[in-house]
């Protein structure tokens, strides 16, 4: 009885984690219908393994890089030394 429990329990596990899988791949608008379907097949075959792989793939990397970060960022990076331009002569 406790075996179909846990029997029962990972096949739902499994199924929720494909469906979540397989709409994920097909919302994303940076694969085509072939690679889509390519990806639906690989993730129903190998589910946890496939997925983790496109999951980074797939995403949308939504992050801007602002003027004000950038001029932190650069402020951060420069070690205070500068180019005037003079050369050794100065």
Do not use: H
């Not at 009885?1 to 608008?29: D, Q």
């Not at 393994?49 to 402020?75: A, C, E, G, H, P």
């Amino acid at each position: 009885m406790i075996k179909y429990i846990l029997i029962s329990i990972a096949l739902l596990f499994y199924l929720g984690y494909t469906f979540k899988a397989c709409k994920n791949i097909l919302k994303t608008i940076l694969l085509n219908k072939k690679q889509k379907g390519l990806n639906l097949i690989m993730t129903l075959l190998v589910p946890f393994f496939w997925y983790q792989i496109i999951k980074d793939l797939i995403t949308d990397d939504s992050s801007v890089m602002t003027k004000t970060k950038r001029n932190k960022l650069i402020k951060k990076t420069s070690g205070g030394f500068y180019e005037s331009g003079k050369g050794i002569t100065g």
